[in-house]
């Protein structure tokens, strides 16, 4: 995803912003690039692919003395990733970076393309530039034409404007996205996030949505809606890890609590109000397909078995599902008419890998679902759509699965537009509950308060039991994944139904059921099941927006009219539960023990 760096001082600019947008590079991009204003000297690179070719590009390029600079990683989602499209964008005599989608672009550059301005990216940041001059032509005064500019987008946006019309100032506007202000002394720096200034800011500003501004001599001007407004400056860590935890005790723990926002960047630009698109597809990419086949390992596996229910409701399309170290020795009976979807966090697990292989051996169109741009298996693949997670470093996987998730579910349909099997009304049904998500995924201070209140009571027993039926019992296995990576106490996932066919001779009150009992779908069968243990004496702990009276622990969640919805909200306490269970046995959350991020061995 896009990152932004900006500078105002007398240092050496090009390292700063180079080393800065380094340290965004794990949100993955395609192209980048520098706008450096110092005098009466303007100076643009941008180059298409890693840093490095900025790098090279920029090498006896080097600043002296005061001046203002803007910098960006970009990933593209309007427009190929070319030299063009890369940020910073030019006008006639200013530049703009900018992460975040501008929703009425199109109207926008209507109205500038019927006043004579020519375009030169594909872009939608590009018309920040051009209606700021346009502004700026009538209004003379810059910072008034920079105000009106921000009042006219609608969307998302983190923004840095600098032009030679105010060559000491950088302009700058938040709503949506991410934006920090970061101090030393007279220098200033803009940043996306932390980890390009740490080491260089002392103090740091994070910027609220609607609030916008100027930086000039080591001074910044803020304003929203009501006027200027004053703001109070932070310490900024000087630790690089703790500041990656942005205050959180574990890795892990800023994962779950990041799910929401990454949700948004995961259907950014591609879930619309009555489609779904996928730039990365071509329109024929599924010609031909009559079957689907998905590999993965772990919590990658989960979410395809998810998937696999959403491709066959929704798309009408068999969906076989299969975990990646079986797979490769079972010598599989392949058919070209069947699209290889891998998912992958890493994009690195061998066995994963070997089976794209394999698969595109025989023959196979692949598709893979990564969280990692030019890895393995995405380069081996004949096309990839990344889930957009950002870096995740906790090894129990998190936010990866969230995402992965739902870039399944849009992919699900996706496949039903194409192959004409949703309605619009059930296109528009979906899409509601895909918007809705990001809500369902936020974590409340009370939620977390009562999973760890409630987790001194699951700290012993012989055994936890997940119970859930059609999409929660993917969903019931993960929640077993996750307790067991890190608690190291036996978990299983299983599906609800199951139970009396086996496990149940297992029920006592020292086995813990955490029962998912989604009021969407098939409600009255699951609580016959957690009867059925509950006279057992086990001990159940309910997650469900309907209280239930023989639970021992209930969780309740929020009403929710769609089963994903219920889904994702029920994945969130699953996951603060592990974690809760497992920081009071004074486990590694982290790193536990055994276990790798990524397993590159079969
Ligand atoms: O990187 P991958 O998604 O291919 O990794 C697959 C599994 O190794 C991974 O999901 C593992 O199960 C995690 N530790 C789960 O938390």
Redesign the pocket.
């Given at each position: 995803m896009c990152g932004i760096v900006g500078y105002l001082g007398k240092n050496e600019k090009k390292e700063i912003l180079l080393d800065g947008l380094q340290e965004l590079e794990y949100r993955g991009y395609d192209s980048a690039g520098i706008a450096v204003i110092e005098g009466e000297k303007l100076n643009q690179f941008k180059a298409i692919g890693k840093l490095e070719n900025l790098r090279e590009k920029t090498k006896s390029y080097h600043t002296e003395g005061f001046g203002i600079s803007i910098g960006h990683t970009r990933w593209a989602t309007h427009g190929k990733p070319t030299e063009l499209n890369a940020h910073p964008h030019l006008g006639a005599y200013s530049y703009v970076v900018h992460n975040g989608i501008i929703e009425n672009y199109q109207e926008l550059k209507a109205e500038l393309q019927a006043e004579g301005v020519n375009f030169l990216s594909q872009t939608d940041t590009e018309t920040i530039v051009h209606l700021f001059e346009k502004n700026h032509k009538t209004n003379k005064d810059v910072f008034s034409s920079f105000e009106a500019t921000i009042n006219r987008l609608e969307g998302a946006y983190a923004t840095l404007l600098i032009t030679e019309a105010d060559a000491e100032t950088i302009y700058f506007a938040k709503n949506g996205s991410p934006m920090l202000i970061g101090f030393h002394s007279d220098d200033v720096y803009f940043a996306s996030s932390d980890t390009p200034i740490i080491g260089k800011a002392t103090e740091v500003y994070y910027l609220e949505d609607g609030e916008y501004g100027y930086a000039r001599e080591g001074v910044v001007k803020l304003f929203n809606a009501e006027g200027e407004k004053s703001f109070t400056k932070q310490a900024l860590t000087a630790d690089k890890i703790s500041a990656q935890k942005d205050g959180y005790r574990f890795f892990m723990e800023k994962e779950i609590y990041e799910q929401s926002r990454v949700m948004g960047e995961t259907m950014m630009g591609r879930v619309l109000d009555d489609s779904i698109v996928f730039d990365e597809l071509d329109e024929t990419f599924f010609k031909g397909i009559k079957a689907i086949k998905i590999c993965?390992?772990?919590?990658?596996?989960h979410s395809a078995l998810t998937s696999a229910y959403l491709f066959e409701r929704l798309a009408k399309i068999r969906c076989d599902i299969e975990i990646a170290s079986e797979f490769r020795y079972k010598e599989p009976l392949l058919t070209d008419d069947t699209l290889f979807i891998t998912?992958?966090?890493?994009?690195?697990?061998a066995d994963?890998l070997e089976a794209l292989k394999m698969a595109k051996r025989a023959g196979l169109k692949s598709l893979s679902i990564c969280n990692v741009d030019n890895s393995s298996i995405v380069r081996e693949s004949d096309a990839a759509i990344l889930t957009r997670a950002g870096i995740e470093k906790g090894?129990?996987?998190t936010k990866?699965?969230a995402t992965q998730s739902m870039v399944l579910w849009m992919l699900a349909l996706y496949m039903g537009q194409q192959r004409n099997t949703v309605s619009k009304k059930v296109l528009k049904t979906e899409i509601s509950a895909m918007l809705h998500t990001p809500k369902a995924l936020i974590v409340t201070d009370e939620l977390h308060e009562k999973l760890h209140r409630l987790s001194k009571r699951y700290l012993h027993g012989h055994g936890f039991f997940f119970i859930g039926r059609d999409i929660f019992f993917p969903l019931a296995l993960e929640g077993a994944?996750?307790l067991k990576?890190i608690s190291y106490m036996h978990a299983e996932g299983y599906p609800a139904g199951e139970m009396k066919h086996g496990p149940i001779a297992l029920a006592d009150s020292e086995l813990f059921t955490i029962a998912l009992m989604p009021h969407t779908m098939h409600y009255d069968k699951i609580k016959s099941n957690v009867e059925e243990l509950s006279a057992r004496d086990a001990t159940i702990l309910a997650i469900s927006p309907l209280p239930f009276d023989l639970a021992d622990d209930f969780i309740q969640t929020k009403y929710s009219s769609h089963p994903m919805v219920e889904f994702f909200e029920m994945m969130v306490v699953t996951q603060l539960l592990a974690l809760e269970i497992s920081v009071r046995l004074g486990n590694d959350v982290d790193m536990p023990r055994n276990?790798a991020?990524?397993?590159t061995v079969e």
């Open positions: 993965a390992c772990g919590t990658s596996y998912i992958s966090q890493s994009g690195e697990t994963t090894v129990a996987s990866a699965f994944l996750k990576e276990l991020k990524s397993v």
